[in-house]
Nanobody, 127 residues
Framework: QVQLTESGGGLVQAGGSLKLSCAAS????????MAWFRQAPGQGRVLLAA????????TYADSVKGRFTISRDNAKNTVYLQMNSLKPEDTAVYYC????????????????????WGQGTQVTVSS
């Protein structure tokens, strides 16, 4: 069983930066497409960024494009989310997720496509 553990959340002022980490244990990390989602109060879980298992191609939601960067280190079984120019509307619980399907040509935006989830880490951006 794969376990994902997020860290790096916290309170930051608008315009600031945070870097989230998600460490994986168990499974074959290099074979998973990894993604970051977030869920604000009263809203659904939304895909922010994903990085493919093969080729490391990335995809971003329009709301974070140019501000957030996803990366992975397969040697450390870790995926990162560098978040810059944070805004109050970025306040949410952030989750990492792993998709073990190898056939997808691009990352899926649907939560149901992801097999493993972390417990989430809170990010709060003050104005």
């Amino acid at each position: 069983q794969v376990q994902l553990t997020e860290s790096g959340g916290g309170l930051v002022q608008a315009g600031g930066s945070l870097k989230l980490s998600c460490a994986a244990s168990g499974g074959t990390f290099a074979a998973y497409t990894m993604a970051w989602f977030r869920q604000a109060p009263g809203q659904g879980r939304v895909l922010l960024a994903a990085i493919m298992w093969r080729g490391n191609s990335t995809t971003y939601a329009d709301s974070v494009k140019g501000r957030f960067t996803i990366s992975r280190d397969n040697a450390k079984n870790t995926v990162y989310l560098q978040m810059n120019s944070l805004k109050p509307e970025d306040t949410a619980v952030y989750y990492c997720a792993a998709d073990q399907a190898l056939y997808r040509p691009v990352p899926s935006p649907h939560t149901t496509a992801y097999d493993f989830w972390g417990q989430g880490t809170q990010v709060t951006v003050s104005s």
